[in-house]
């Protein structure tokens, strides 16, 4: 029943937690895009009066979506129809599940890890769900009996398909280093420093063209500009085109979904993931020779927000991006995943692996 317990907080905390960085992702997308337009952003929501420079408007936005209109045309093919919003988010939103916030916890006499989906196979769990979203995308094009929807279903398949190879390839540079497909053991193997202690053996840092090739193709996974093929609002294809109210509005939330899954990702595999520079389990261990005892409750928690900052800084990063570049022409698309990522990511493999040999 302990168990049982432990597990039930954990899925609540977790995915509370996920669902309202997504809902702040909408925001601060809208007030990043308004800066970079000279804008003021999104402002007017208030509660009792108070505005607080937009803090209400992700609940105004969802509030809105929810009791919008929700037409079903009349020639879809309902099963693959309703299927498809269900598909996109579901197998964007249960891979944050196995994302460690923190290190494990003793409750009970028992060691949870502060992910929902603690597993010895964490890294091929992802993939695996990712590759499962891709029904999504072709449902909805192929169910709407659209042709402009089902051209976007088309392009979407063959983008998703096209750089889940990069994607996965750029990963085997980093389990090289890493030897290990758990993920909070992936995170504890970059607590190590070299320099006398300064510098941490972050993947970044062991996988600097790995992480350029993952931020890359996760971003085309992520179907958003400079990679909204898919969607293309000027050429009218996108593959939700027959979907509105709550049944669009999955698809909306599941591609931030998508943004935090990346940020989450980039932050394990490469940052270093809930590592706050000397802190160990039972406290900081400067490399100066000071140190400073805490308990482990005070430990997690500043893993906790060690990993939100991180993350929040890659979100940033990835919307900085999606106001900045124009859209890809489709061949330049392919182009890119085919013959420039996909060769680049065998490439860093076969330097990883010679340099793993002389080493040893």
Avoid: C
Wanted: aromatic share 16%.
């Amino acid at each position: 029943m302990e168990w049982i317990i432990a597990v039930a907080i954990k899925v609540v905390v977790i995915f509370t937690w996920a669902l309202m960085t997504v809902l702040y992702i909408t925001l601060l997308e809208r007030k990043e895009s308004a800066v970079i337009q000279d804008r003021i952003g999104a402002n007017r929501a208030a509660v009792l009066g108070l505005r607080l420079n937009g803090f209400f408007q992700p609940f105004a936005d969802a509030l809105k979506m929810f009791f919008k209109e929700d037409y079903t045309p009349p020639f879809v093919d309902k099963p693959f129809y309703f299927l498809a919003p269900i598909i996109a988010l579901f197998f964007a939103l249960v891979p944050v599940g196995a994302i460690p916030v923190a290190d494990s916890i003793t409750l009970f006499g028992r060691d949870f890890p502060l992910s929902v989906i603690g597993s010895n196979v964490g890294v091929v769990l992802i993939l695996s769900l990712l590759s499962l979203a891709i029904y999504g995308v072709i449902f909805g094009g192929y169910g709407s009996r659209n042709k402009y929807g089902l051209i976007g279903g088309m392009r979407a398949t063959a983008q998703i398909i096209s750089y889940e190879v990069a994607l996965g390839l750029s990963i085997v540079g980093v389990l090289m280093v890493f030897p290990s497909l758990n993920l909070n053991e992936i995170v504890h193997m970059q607590n190590r420093y070299i320099l006398g202690g300064w510098v941490p053996l972050w993947g970044i840092i062991l996988q600097p063209l790995a992480a350029i090739l993952f931020l890359i193709a996760g971003m085309a996974e992520n179907k958003r500009v400079p990679f909204d093929l898919p969607e293309g609002e000027s050429e009218i294809i996108g593959y939700f085109l027959e979907y509105s109210g709550m049944k669009f509005g999955m698809f909306f939330v599941g591609d931030f979904v998508e943004v935090l899954l990346l940020a989450a990702l980039f932050t394990t595999f490469f940052l270093g993931g809930y590592n706050f520079p000397w802190l160990f389990a039972d406290g900081f261990h400067f490399p100066w020779g000071t140190d400073l005892a805490l308990s482990p409750v005070a430990v997690r928690i500043v893993q906790f927000i060690t990993f939100n900052i991180k993350l929040w800084f890659m979100i940033w990063f990835l919307l900085l991006v999606r106001w900045t570049y124009p859209r890809y022409r489709y061949d330049q698309l392919m182009d890119l995943g085919w013959k420039s990522l996909i060769p680049l990511s065998i490439l860093n493999i076969l330097i990883t692996a010679a340099v793993m040999v002389v080493i040893k």
